[in-house]
């Protein structure tokens, strides 16, 4: 949670862990109490959130239990909130920070435990009829393949999300697994098949969507020259044109904060 004024900047930011109570009832203590304390100072609430929403309301989460049809209401406040996608806020971010609103067709993919995307058409959000437009990480990319919590088997989210990959390499942090992978082969070999992965949901995503850039999100981001080319050449090899040039990828900048910052931002989209 934190204090975000119209140029982004990011001020009071407070890390709340959920990991012994991730109930929507303590998180809507933690959020109300929060805003409590500084409702005289801002105007508006934006909350990010790891699933699908629709009119204002959660409708769906994979990882965590925030399906609340009521969670807006729930929390104590007079000032006005917006609810969105965790991804998409991230999204918003990076474009208006970042890149200045000067695409016009743009999309974020974020690799965290799941994956998540956000899609900017015309220089719009776009969720869809149903909130599910461009929820890349419940794609199937191998029939059949490893169980998702969502209900499906062989989801993007299952191959190429962060949580996958320390679990292949059997390392702990990205930090740890990028060191490693200078002196040994085998980790390297490992890491090439999950390109290989990520490289075949994002090729689909391009396919769909043929976006003017698409941005890689999430802490993946901060090691992104170890492979900027390798995985762009995966995914052009899996495109009609081939032309790597072709393929506008990049990786976000904002970190950590960008979900916070496009929260903030959510009544002017
Ligand atoms: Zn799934």
Redesign the pocket.
């Known amino acids: 949670m934190a204090m975000v004024d119209e140029n982004g900047k990011v001020y009071e930011k407070e890390i709340v862990n959920f990991a012994n109570d991730n109930s929507s009832k303590y998180i809507i203590k933690k959020i109300s109490e929060y805003i409590k304390a500084r409702e005289d100072r801002v105007n508006f609430v934006g909350i990010g959130v790891p699933g699908i929403i629709k009119n204002n309301r959660i409708v769906y989460t ?1 990882n965590l239990s925030l399906e609340d049809p009521n969670f807006v209401k729930k929390i104590h406040t007079t000032l006005p909130i917006k609810l969105a996608n965790d991804a998409l806020c991230a999204t918003i971010a990076e474009y208006k920070i970042i890149d200045k609103c000067k695409y016009t067709n743009y999309a974020l993919v974020t690799l965290g435990t ?1 994956i998540g995307s956000g899609l900017i058409f015309n220089g719009k959000v776009y969720e869809g009829k149903n909130g599910y437009a461009g929820e890349l ?2 794609i ?1 990319i191998k029939k059949g393949g490893i169980q ?11 191959y190429a999300s962060v949580s996958r990959l320390l679990e292949i390499t059997k390392t702990k942090s990205l930090g740890e697994l990028f060191t490693s992978m200078d002196s040994s082969p085998e980790l390297a070999k490992v890491f090439d098949e999950y390109l290989d992965d990520l490289a075949e949901g994002l090729a689909n995503f391009i396919m769909i969507n043929d976006v003017d850039m698409l941005v890689i999100g999430g802490s993946i981001a901060w090691f992104g020259d170890r492979f900027y080319y390798v995985l762009r050449g995966k995914i052009a090899s899996r495109l009609f044109n081939r032309e790597t040039n072709d393929v506008k990828l990049k990786f976000a900048k904002l970190g950590n904060d960008a979900g916070l910052i496009g929260a903030s931002f959510l009544d002017s989209m």
């Open positions: 994979c799941g990480g419940h199937v998702c919590n969502c209900g499906r088997k062989g989801c993007f989210e299952k």
